[in-house]
């Protein structure tokens, strides 16, 4: 499914979706009022994501905060933050490519990073990063999320 595609999907019925964990399902992707970006069971405004076509590239996806309008899930050092744009790499770093999920599970989508080929959204420890692709079980559950409007 292409990025466009899929943000129209996803905001079809609503204009948010969640981001929940393969591995941990009542977790969602959560952006913490410092920026930081967690993996938990926090079900507020904080874990809530329009889907948009990506920043950098729309065959790709980007993520605006419902609680911080203007913020995107992006990395930095590594490390998934919610950031307005703040100019230089930031809009590379606020798009992912939506791929099949690692886990297998097709109601699931693992979620590759523009400018870092090979790296994939993750959570490990409860804190969500890119990291590159290992050929682990782990690593293909903790990269695997599912567009949820609960």
Not at 62 to 80: A, D, I, N, Q, V
Request: proline share 3%; glycine share 6%.
């Amino acid at each position: 499914m292409n990025a466009r595609r899929a943000a129209a999907v996803y905001n079809a019925n609503s204009e948010y979706v969640r981001l929940r964990s393969y591995n941990y399902g009542s977790s969602y992707i959560t952006s913490r009022s410092g920026g930081d970006v967690w993996n938990d069971a926090n079900r507020s405004d904080d874990s809530l994501y329009r889907v948009v076509p990506g920043l950098a590239d729309r065959s790709c996806v980007s993520f605006e905060s419902k609680r911080f309008p203007g913020r995107y899930l992006r990395h930095s050092s590594y490390l998934l933050r919610t950031d307005a744009n703040t100019g230089g790499p930031f809009t590379a770093d606020a798009t992912f490519c939506p791929r099949t999920a690692l886990s297998g599970d097709r109601t699931y989508r693992s979620f590759e990073s523009l400018n870092f080929p090979g790296y994939y959204i993750r959570h490990a420890s409860g804190r969500v990063r890119i990291a590159a692709f290992e050929d682990s079980s782990l690593y293909r559950q903790d990269a695997s999320f599912q567009y949820t409007q609960n």
